[in-house]
Every structure is written in structure tokens, then in C-alpha cells.
């Protein structure tokens, strides 16, 4: 191992790792809001958009993100919608996210019994006071583990980024293993860098799956 | 109506060479698959037992598989085996290598999850019934794991499908390989090529996971 060779290209690794998890939390803050729509619109079963949503949903879960990767950004200009490498990475993870975040949110929300609605109602409740006081903190502890799981899976996704030319830790190690032919340290430095960013996520979630497992009701 | 670059598709062999292509990425799936199962479920079998050190290798084996990305791991067994046993293996085998390794991982944990889902009463009613512990295992438990079990390893199979479109990274001239040259090829003739052949790929995939994924769900269902 060399280190003389390692503290030279730290800075290079970090800057790439800045640009993974940048495009990666872009990417996972659009996929929870993707996710929060689709789910709505399959819990409350809403007409047409229902269809709409689960044949996005499919496709999305069946195919692989380098391909959507490489649809988005080499496809589509044909078409006339020009796209850079950062916003392709960012709707690709949007685009794959968001149905796995959907899938998440509803079985969360279809996992609260009706009665707990009915109960709600009859006491009185506003629909929108029951979803807001009553579904959703079971809901939500529900999906807990799911979403967390979806998070880390998005996250190593991103590791495909480098196919639409972005400069990702992918990118670095493949580039210094080929200029100079330093390979362990070049895979070495990758894996820290994998490890900085998905370690901590995966620690936090299971102490915050493990503090909501009693929340829901009757559990 | 603009040139979606559609024509390029009929075009001599460039479909039989996509479906190749693909024939490509999918073979290492299955393989690995097929190695993945049965040593996924002794590693399930072995992560249940009561040692610590068993315990503590099988786990960290587990987390570190599970949590990077499998491209890193594809580099490090693509890139790190020449250097650091001088061999040069290609491509190929270290997909095989690697998504068997990932998939033993994966299927090792869905099996620990069916066999400890399963109440100890079984167990204990078996026993009070005065089955032998093989007998136990056979009419009792195994069965009910195995109902778990078939949709999760189907839904690893499509995983397995999809993750192997990444082998295109190290080399290995898979279906995505084949559509940058057919892309590149007609250039001049088709310049939108890029739109009609990377839709297909994308529906290839979709046409071969959606059906497998369809089962699992059905499966879920009947048996959950």
C-alpha cells in the first residue's frame, strides 16, 4: 500500500464523493415527493391517474437505472429535450426512486386496519383530521424500515452515474487505475469512501427502525 | 412526426445482435442464480446457528456485501484480482463471481428471515406431537419456509437480471455494448438511432422482468 499515493489523491476522491452524494440527495428528496404522489393517488384509488401511476411504477421497477440512465441522456436529446449529465443523474434516481418510495408509503398506509379510520370518523373527525392525527404516525412508522432501505439502495445506485460521463468515485478509481496502475489503492480509497457515505445511513436506520417498532397500535 | 431512428432496428441483424446482446447479460444472472440459491440457502441455514463466531463472520460477510454498490465490488474483483494475484480473468467470470457472492449474500439473509419467521410453537407442538427433529423439519418447517421463500427468490431473480446490466462497466460486450454500435454504425444514415435502440433495450428488460416480477406478486399473494 502506497500512502504517499493515497494522501495525493484523498482530495480527488472527496470532491467526487461531494459529487455523489450531492446528485444523490437531489435525486432521493425528488423520489420522496414522486413517491408521497403516487402513493396518494393508489391509496384513495383516484380514477385515471390510478392507471397512469401503476404503469409508471412497472416500468420504472423493471428496468435498470444504467438503462433509464442511458435513455434519458442519450435518447431523449433526439427528441429535442436537452439534458446535462448532473440533471440525468438526478432524474434517473428520481425516475427509479420514486416508485420503490411509492411502493413504501402504500403498503405503510395500507397497513393501517379501515377500523382505525371508521373509528376516527365516528368520533368525529374531519377525513383530514383522521389521515393527519390517526393514519399517518402509524403510517409512517410502518414504512420506516422500507424507506430507509430504499435510501441506502438509491444511494448505491448512484454508483452507475459515471456511464453519463459524471466524475464519481467510479470515475476517479477507474481513472487512476488506468493512468497509473495503482489498483489497491485506488480500490481502497473507493471503498472508504462507500463506507463514509453509506455506513453512518445504514447505523441511523436501524436505531430509528428499532425506537418505531412499537408505535404502531396493537403491535 | 420527427425520425425516432426506428428503421435502424430492422436493418440487417441489429435485432438478432440486441437479443444476443442481451442473451449475454441475462446468462450471467441465471448462472449466479443458480449457484446463488442452493448456497444462499446453507448460509441461511448456517447464520441461524447459535456460535458467535459463526455468527459474527456470516454478519460481516453479509453487511459488507450488502452495502456497496455492486459495481464496486465488480471493480475490485475485475481490477484488484491482476493485482493482486497477477491473473487476468475476464469479464465474464467476474460477473459470475461477483453477483454469486452478492446473490449467496442476499438469498443467505431471505433464508434466515423465513426460517427464524417461523413461531417456535411449530417447533414445539412437532415435538410434543413426538415427530423427530427430522421428520420436524421435513413435514413441519420446511414447507412453510419454502412458501416464503419462492416468491422472495423469483424477485431475486430480476434483481439479479437488472444488476447485471452493469457488467457493460467492466467491458463485457452486453446488449447496451452492442447498442452503442449499432448507434455508432449508422451515425451518418440514422443520426437518431440513439432514441429507437436504447428504448428497445429498455423494453427488452421490461419485457423479460415484468413477467417474473407478475409471478412473484401472484405467489405473495396465494401463499402470504
Known amino acids: ?219 | 412526426m420527427p425520425d425516432l431512428g426506428l428503421d435502424v432496428l430492422f436493418k440487417g441483424k441489429n435485432m438478432i445482435r440486441l437479443l444476443g446482446g442481451l442473451w449475454v447479460a441475462v446468462k450471467i444472472s441465471l448462472i449466479s442464480v443458480a449457484i446463488s440459491i442452493p448456497l444462499g440457502i446453507l448460509l441461511g441455514i448456517v447464520m441461524t446457528s447459535k456460535n458467535p463466531i459463526i455468527k459474527a463472520v456470516t454478519r460481516v460477510y453479509l453487511e459488507f456485501i450488502r452495502i456497496m454498490p455492486q459495481l464496486v465490488l465488480l471493480f475490485i474483483v475485475f481490477f484488484g484480482s491482476t493485482s493482486a494475484f497477477g491473473i487476468n480473468i475476464s469479464g465474464e467470470l467476474a460477473s459470475v463471481i461477483v453477483f454469486t457472492v452478492w446473490g449467496t449474500a442476499e438469498m443467505g439473509d431471505l433464508v434466515r428471515g423465513a426460517l427464524i419467521s417461523i413461531p417456535k410453537h411449530q417447533y414445539e407442538s412437532s415435538a410434543a406431537l413426538a415427530l423427530t427433529p427430522a421428520k420436524t423439519y421435513i413435514y413441519v418447517i420446511i414447507p412453510q419456509t419454502v412458501r416464503r421463500l419462492i416468491p422472495l427468490s423469483i424477485n431475486l431473480i430480476t434483481r439479479m437480471i437488472k444488476t447485471t446490466s452493469l457488467i457493460l462497466m467492466i467491458g463485457v460486450v452486453e446488449v447496451l455494448k452492442v447498442a452503442q454500435q449499432i448507434i455508432e454504425a449508422n451515425r451518418m444514415s440514422s443520426p437518431n438511432a440513439a432514441f429507437g435502440v436504447y428504448l428497445t433495450v429498455l423494453l427488452m428488460y421490461f419485457i423479460i422482468c415484468w413477467p417474473i416480477s407478475m409471478l412473484a406478486k401472484r405467489l405473495e399473494k396465494k401463499w402470504g
Open chain 1, 1 to 219: 500500500m502506497n500512502w504517499d499515493f493515497i494522501w495525493k489523491y484523498l482530495p480527488l476522491y472527496e470532491k467526487a464523493a461531494l459529487l455523489t452524494v450531492r446528485i444523490g440527495w437531489a435525486g432521493i428528496a425528488l423520489a420522496i415527493i414522486i413517491g408521497i404522489l403516487c402513493a396518494i393517488v393508489l391509496y384513495f384509488r383516484i380514477a385515471v391517474l390510478r392507471r397512469i401511476v401503476s404503469v409508471y411504477i412497472e416500468i420504472s421497477r423493471n428496468t435498470p437505472l444504467l438503462i433509464q440512465l442511458f435513455f434519458i441522456y442519450y435518447a431523449l436529446p433526439k427528441v429535442g429535450i436537452p439534458i446535462t449529465p448532473e440533471v440525468c443523474g438526478v432524474a434517473g434516481l428520481a425516475f427509479l426512486g420514486g416508485s420503490y418510495m411509492a411502493e413504501a408509503f402504500r403498503s405503510g398506509l395500507e397497513a393501517i386496519e379501515p377500523i382505525q379510520m371508521e373509528s376516527a370518523l365516528s368520533l368525529g373527525l374531519e377525513k383530514s383530521q383522521a389521515l393527519r392525527y390517526v393514519i399517518m404516525p402509524q403510517a409512517v412508522s410502518v414504512s420506516v424500515p422500507a424507506f430507509v432501505a430504499n435510501v441506502i439502495f438509491l444511494l448505491k445506485e448512484t454508483s452507475v452515474f459515471s456511464a453519463v460521463s459524471l466524475m464519481d468515485l467510479m470515475f476517479t478509481a477507474k481513472d487512476l487505475i488506468g493512468l497509473y496502475y495503482k489498483t489497491t489503492e485506488s480500490l481502497f480509497l473507493l471503498v472508504v469512501f462507500y463506507l463514509i457515505i453509506l455506513l453512518p445511513i445504514s447505523i441511523l436506520g436501524s436505531i430509528l427502525e428499532r425506537r418505531l417498532r412499537h408505535a404502531g397500535f396493537g403491535s
